[in-house]
Each structure stands twice: as C-alpha cells, then as structure tokens.
C-alpha cells in the first residue's frame, strides 16, 4: 500500500515517494509519501525493524536517501549542503529513547548546550536555561548531577535541551519506551502541552499503541518499511484497516455459536445508553465478549464485543445501523 495525502503547500514534511536503501535490491523504506501539516502531532508506529527511526532520521538529515523526496520546512534535505543541515537542525529539536545526556555535567549544562554551540551571550543562555526547566517542572534541580535524576527526570531535561534553539519541529525516537507506565504518561502530556501552547509540531516514533492514542492527530503504520495505514488515529483505531488488526491484537476470547459483533463508540455516540435501548426495543438475550476503553486525547472512547443468535442477527444489524453506530462481525460461530 501507497501511502497518499494531499500534498498541501502548507505542509511542514513533505515526503513523496521517498526510497532508502542499504544495500542494492534490499529496502529499508519504499515508496512513501504523506505531509505532516504544521502544529500537528504525528505518530510514526511499528514493530522493531520497520523503518521507523530511519524514516526520522532522514528528516535531519542523519540519514541519506536514495530516491523520493523529503522537504523540511520548504528545504529538500537530501540536496543541503554541510551549512545548510545545520542550518536545519537548529530548527529540528530531538528527543531520544536512552536521553542522551552528558553524564559529567549538571543540569544545568546540558540545557545550556545547543546554546553555547551557537554561542548566545551568558547572560541570554541564563535566562533561557532557567525559562526552559521551569517548563518542565525541574527548575529547582539546575545544579544537580545528571546520574542522581530518576529515567523521567532525565527524560524531562531531554525536552527542555530539545526546546532550547526554539525549534519549530520535535522529532521524538521513542521517547518514553525506557519509561515506567506513570512517567510515559507525565511525559505525553508536558509534549502535548509544548505542542497546544507553543504550537510546535511534533512527530513520535514509537511502537506503544498507548502513546498514539494519547497525544497523536494522525499516524502512519509502517511494516518493512512501507506504508500499512495513514490517517486520523481515533479513526484508524475505531474501525482498523487489517494491517492494524494484526499489529494491535485485542484481548478476548470469541464464543463459539452465534454471530460475534464488534461495537464501536466514537465520541457522538459514546456517552448513549444504545446497548441498553437495543435490549429494550428488540428484547432479545446476548452475551458480553469483550471490550475496551481508551483514551485518545481528550476523548474516552471504546468498543463492545458481543455474542448474538443468528436469529437475532438481522434484526440488531438494523437497529445498529438506525443508531449510526460502526460494527463488523468478528466471526460468526456457527
């Protein structure tokens, strides 16, 4: 599959067609082109060895490409020249799985990097510095040896040294997989406050489904290093193409006999009592399945897995349908 979008001038990234190869005949990207529209917060997701940090990685150019097209902020990265990539890079803020901080400086210091390499005046490197980790919550901690942070903390000065040249992109590469349930969920919602109130756009490599839902306008799914799946992430989750079936398994044991539905509940219809008048009108038996709910930004949204008779079949396939509700038969069980 292709994957496509409308290659608006108004696009921050604009990859079409992109090609990268290590080796002749062997693809580590192939054929890909979407936008990423500036403000936006865009999940790159797949397994290990898919081509996700590749693909971001020929944003800043730490990557070359073979064939295709990248243009970062009106610029085909592929054709910069050494002073043009660094040039860019002063507007690409990165943020990495394992930190990568300096161990034998203080907080302090390694905020105050990416300035002094561009050689601001001390007293402007101060001034941003302390603006920078009052942003995220450690301003207390300027002094501190890097190696007496906990995972979060350090994950927390990551962003802020990220933050400093005022980028207009973040390029996140797995930010928060080295991270423990509650701090991931810290962490998404300091980069989904930098994206609300600043307006940067940023783009999220990661193979946590949780992360995508959370914080991510849209997604790409890449397998090998081709395009599985683009769009709206709400949408591709409520109603998965088959690629995301398989990527994203759901926990629940169909029954045997009967026809086993999927129920979705997007946000129109998520806070209706549909079940409950679907038992009272038809009056009819099921059986509850499964089911789930998530959260995708600022919406709780889920879906409901039931067993129903054949007999019963059409009649709630109808009544699904009047309600403007998104099912699929998962099996039937006959």
């Known amino acids: 599959m292709k994957a496509s979008l409308a290659q608006a001038s108004s696009a921050i990234i604009q990859v079409r067609d992109l090609e990268k190869y ?7 990207l192939y054929d890909l082109s979407f936008a990423i529209e500036p403000g936006e917060v865009f999940g790159i997701v797949g397994h290990s060895g898919a081509g996700k940090s590749t693909l971001l990685r020929c944003f800043n150019g730490l990557e070359t490409y073979q064939g295709g097209s ?9 054709t910069l020249s050494e002073a043009g990539i660094k040039e860019l890079r002063r507007e690409l803020g990165m943020i990495f799985q394992n930190f990568s901080l300096m161990s034998r400086k203080n907080v302090f210091e390694n905020v105050a990097f990416p300035l002094r390499v561009w050689k601001m005046p001390p007293e402007a490197i101060r001034e941003r510095v302390m603006e920078l980790l009052d942003m995220v919550g450690l301003a207390d901690r300027a002094q501190e040896r ?9 994950q927390r000065i990551g962003i802020a040294r990220a933050m400093a040249l005022n980028p207009k992109i973040l390029l996140c590469d797995e930010a928060t997989s080295a991270l423990d349930p509650n701090t991931t969920i810290s962490i998404l919602e300091l980069l989904r406050d930098i994206n609300q109130r600043l307006g940067i756009t940023v783009v999220v490599v990661t193979h946590q489904m949780e992360v995508v839902k959370r914080i991510c306008h849209r997604m790409l799914l890449l397998d090998n290093g081709r395009a599985q799946a683009l769009g709206l992430a709400e949408e591709l989750f409520l109603s998965p193409p088959p690629s995301l079936k398989r990527f994203v398994e759901e926990d629940f044991t169909l029954i ?13 219809i ?3 009592a549909v079940i409950t008048g679907m038992v009272r009108k038809l ?5 509850i399945v499964g089911g789930r709910l998530d959260r995708y930004r600022d919406d709780v949204l889920g879906f409901l897995i039931i067993n129903v008779r054949h007999a019963d ?7 699904l349908k009047a309600n403007h509700m998104l099912w699929e038969v998962l099996n039937d069980g006959a």
Do not use: A, C, H, T
């Open 270 to 272: 998520s806070q209706q």
């Open 22 to 28: 290590y080796s002749p005949g062997v693809p580590v």
């Open 283 to 287: 009056d009819i038996d099921f059986s």
């Open 256 to 268: 045997p006999g009967g026809v086993n539905i999927r129920l979705v509940f997007p946000r129109e």
């Open 313 to 319: 079949f059409d009649n709630v396939v109808n009544y």
């Open 70 to 78: 990248v243009r970062v902020m009106g610029r085909e990265v592929g």
């Open 146 to 154: 890097i190696q007496n942070l906990s995972g979060g903390q350090k």
